[in-house]
């Protein structure tokens, strides 16, 4: 039944992104999203035209580049939320963040100061795209005992899971949920991103869609990671 979802291009339809966006990087100032608070209003006038009505804002949260924290990314929200009411703009912002996995991220989960969202209690993170991570199943562990569910950022971007549909498995029996980024599905077969997007979708293993804007770009503009943040961070 799912080759019905496969085009002559070998390309699939993607499915449509819904009411939520789980992954934006809306706020202003605060990390490689928007500086200015008119950037922010322009993602969500985008964000609104693609019919979306709820939003997670996910600033990164990485000790040595954007320490960004709890109560710094509620006072961003609420004051977003002001211009959005200001402007007549239906778009629910709710507080999270996209977490990088590292000790220090351990170290905010074992002190319960970590944003969630959902009724699932999503908590975002990410981890190197080009190694297997150290940390993930100890982060896995302590978001789980927490209470929280684990929300793997644009799970079809790495290397340690692209090809590997027995380390996908392994993280689904550890409790880890996938978030997709809505614009991977229109990346040519080419591209083991695209791929591995097309991959998750026909097995119904995606469980969030984002757009992971940083800017007003068009929509559904295929964007491959140029996070200018996290090549900073590599390179130390
Ligand atoms: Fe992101």
């Known amino acids: 039944m799912f080759s019905l979802f496969v085009r002559r291009d070998g390309l699939i339809d993607p499915p449509p992104i819904g009411e939520l966006d789980a992954h934006c990087h809306i706020l202003p100032g605060i990390d490689d999203g928007p500086s200015t608070m008119e950037g922010s209003m322009d993602i969500a006038r985008i964000l609104v035209e693609m019919g979306i009505s709820r939003v997670a804002a996910t ?6 580049v954007y320490p960004n924290t709890a109560d710094g990314i509620r006072a ?3 004051a977003l939320s002001a211009a959005l009411r200001e402007e007549g703009l239906a778009l629910e912002v ?4 996209e977490y990088y996995a590292e000790s220090a991220f351990l170290t905010a989960i074992r002190r319960q100061d970590v944003i969630s ?4 209690q999503f908590v975002l993170f990410e981890s190197p795209v080009d190694t297997t991570p150290l940390l993930l199943e100890d982060i896995i562990y302590h978001l789980r005992s927490s209470g929280y569910t684990p ?15 027995r380390m996908v498995d392994h993280l689904r ?3 880890v949920r996938f978030q997709v980024n809505h614009p991977s599905f229109s990346l040519p077969k080419t591209s083991r991103t695209g791929e591995a997007a097309r991959w998750l979708y026909i097995r119904g293993l995606v469980d ?4 992971d804007m940083h800017r007003a770009t068009p929509p559904l503009q295929p964007r491959e990671d140029t996070r200018r943040g996290l090549r900073l961070f590599r390179q130390r």
């Open 59 to 64: 600033p990164h949260v990485i000790s040595d």
């Open 76 to 78: 961003a929200v609420e």
């Open 94 to 97: 709710l507080p999270a963040a």
């Open 117 to 120: 969202f959902g009724p699932e």
């Open 151 to 165: 929300l793997l950022a644009h799970a079809e971007r790495y290397r340690f899971l692209q090809g590997n549909p």
């Open 173 to 175: 029996e550890l409790g």
């Open 208 to 211: 969030a869609l984002g757009t």
